[in-house]
């Protein structure tokens, strides 16, 4: 399955550092959304862009910081990261049609470690 | 509101059948099911939407029944590959996107 891609695979980074997850989906969606899944804790939903425009920022901390820049494209700009963001963080696109209908496709992940 | 699935867990012997629940203490207008192998990306199982319907995805079937505001995950003459992560999600809050909110999953182990 290759609709959605997510890249890096694996990150590995320091509190001080600053870096970046893309996300690209090459079925033609509309929206695209964040998850973050940590051990022993349900999928969170933690943003939502429907046509490049961010409709949803569930309570995020600033530290984590979205970017659409086109419909195809998702970035999650990470810095001054701490311990408890290591996490999978998954991106996922959907269709964009009737709320609530609308069958969300998932990338792989990338698997981000804090230390 | 987070759904609440149960069991948290099951194993199964090859064969053998499961019911996953997925209950909500809202409304619910509708129900997605997914599945989750260990290191993978969660992939698509069904949508069930108000109305009561049952759906079927080979020997997976579910239901929703939303007079209960709950839906049940059937797996029939399990198989090795029916092991993961069942995770439903249900949408929440306004907006004309599907926002989902998911349950805390249930691990499904089948062995032969």
């Known amino acids: 399955e290759t609709g959605v891609t997510q890249t890096p695979r694996h990150l590995v980074m320091g509190m001080t550092n600053k870096k970046s997850l893309k996300c690209e989906q090459h079925l033609g969606h509309n929206a695209m959304y964040w998850y973050k899944q940590s051990a022993k804790k349900p999928l969170e939903l933690m943003f939502v862009y429907s046509l490049e425009e961010r409709v949803e920022n569930n309570s995020v901390p600033s530290r984590f910081s979205p970017e659409c820049p086109n419909s195809s494209h998702l970035f999650l700009h990470l810095h001054t990261l701490q311990p408890e963001d290591s996490a999978l963080y998954l991106c996922a696109s959907s269709q964009g049609a009737l709320a609530g209908q609308d069958t969300q496709y998932f990338g792989p992940g990338t698997r981000l470690t804090v230390l | 509101q987070q759904p609440v699935q149960s069991p948290q867990a099951v194993i199964l012997r090859e064969g053998e059948d499961a019911v996953i629940n997925c209950s909500s203490s809202k409304a619910l207008y509708s129900v997605h099911w997914y599945r989750q192998k260990h290191g993978e990306a969660p992939v698509f199982l069904m949508i069930l939407l108000k109305g009561g319907e049952q759906k079927g995805h080979d020997k997976i079937s579910a239901s929703f029944n939303e007079k209960k505001q709950q839906s049940s995950l059937y797996l029939t003459a399990s198989q090795l590959s029916y092991s993961g992560t069942y995770f439903c999600?249900?949408?929440f809050g306004p907006g004309g996107y599907n926002k989902l909110i998911f349950g805390a999953g249930t691990r499904l182990a089948v062995h032969p």
């Open positions: 999600g249900t949408p």
